[in-house]
């Protein structure tokens, strides 16, 4: 089961109180207070791990704690500081307050752990107030309580390139085909029904990570279909592939259009990356000639831009590909791994 957004209540450990006592040994006159202090409350740390692939783990829960500390004891002996509560997360994961929409973290990094919340001081023992005009103080320290926050958690995919095209145009039949992928394929839309990633190797010494997610209709972005609540997850994607069906009943022009559109309506930073387009299906497509030349005129869009004068306005390349054939996926990969290493010189 794929969850991509939960929210849950989280509360930092109370600290221990203080104890208050006094010393009580045979021969040992006047022995004085030696309440000890009480243990620190646990804090609440937030973990990045690899190996965890979604949030659901925190599906409906409602509030998870910290340990408390432990109260002081006598003889000076300190209470024992709680237990930490440490929340594991897949990498990619946004933690909001829930109340005002903050962001506080931005889980990225494999091992990445942060403290969001930090557990109470325990109090001090009676020990502590003992003086020249006190010499028996018969009170000590409560605990100080731990903090509290409503979160939100959303996990937000991590890759180099995001596959933005309307259902059933051939995105997981690319994913398959060039990465480590295995989405399911079917004749019918949405069959995409949760974000996917996959590794895809050009050469010996070069990958990156591409991300499919649902297809995206018109009004996607009033919420009509899948597409629009998984865009999300390409948000932190600098370069997006939009995948245009060139034997789809939608013209090469009003599939772009429209999902340019939708784009910009659900974030006009995510709009503004770098693209490029494949064309797909084109095995199947009997004037494929003729579409291509009239949709690289209609936009005045090059074939392949040369990166020393790019306009990221325009596509970087707008490539045929056969997923069925394998016809220019070889090329697909080499010139998206262009685009990703310019962007990191950039």
Request: charged content about 25%; overall charge neutral.
């Amino acid at each position: 089961m794929f969850v991509d957004s939960v929210k849950f209540s989280v509360q930092s450990g109370k600290g221990g109180a203080g104890c208050v006592s006094f010393r009580r040994e045979k021969f040992v006159i006047l022995g004085g207070p030696d309440g000890g202090d009480g243990g620190d409350g646990g804090n609440v740390y937030f973990l990045v791990d690899n190996n965890t692939h979604t949030l659901a783990n925190y599906k409906g829960r409602k509030l998870l704690k910290a340990q408390n500390g432990a109260g002081g004891m006598g003889k000076r002996m300190s209470g024992k500081k709680g237990e930490d509560l440490v929340l594991v997360v897949p990498p990619g994961t946004a933690v909001y307050d829930n109340a005002s929409g903050e962001l506080l973290l931005d889980l990225t990094s494999e091992g990445q752990k942060e403290l969001l919340l930090k557990g109470g001081k325990g109090g001090l023992g009676n020990t502590h107030f003992k003086n020249s005009v006190n010499q028996r103080p018969d009170y000590a320290q409560p605990g100080l309580l731990g903090e509290s926050l409503s979160l939100r958690l959303e996990l937000k995919l991590i890759a180099d390139v995001g596959l933005v095209g309307f259902p059933n145009v051939g995105k997981s039949t690319l994913i398959s085909t060039i990465s480590n992928a295995k989405p399911e394929i079917a004749n019918y839309e949405f069959t995409t029904l949760t974000p996917k990633l996959g590794m895809v190797e050009v050469d010996e010494f070069s990958s990156f990570i591409m991300a499919d997610i649902p297809g995206i209709i018109e009004g996607a972005s009033d919420g009509k279909g899948l597409g629009i609540q998984f865009l999300k997850h390409i948000e932190r994607t600098e370069i997006l592939l939009y995948v245009l069906d060139s034997i789809n009943y939608r013209s090469l022009d009003e599939q772009f259009i429209t999902l340019k559109e939708e784009t910009k309506k659900f974030s006009p930073n995510l709009a503004n990356s770098k693209f490029a387009i494949a064309i797909t299906k084109i095995d199947a497509c009997e004037n494929l000639d003729k579409i291509y030349d009239e949709f690289l005129a209609k936009f005045g869009f090059e074939k392949k831009q040369n990166l020393d004068e790019f306009d990221a306005l325009k596509p970087y390349f707008v490539l045929p590909i056969s997923s069925a054939t394998n016809q220019n996926i070889k090329e697909l990969k080499f010139n998206i791994l262009e685009l990703i290493k310019d962007k990191n010189r950039g």
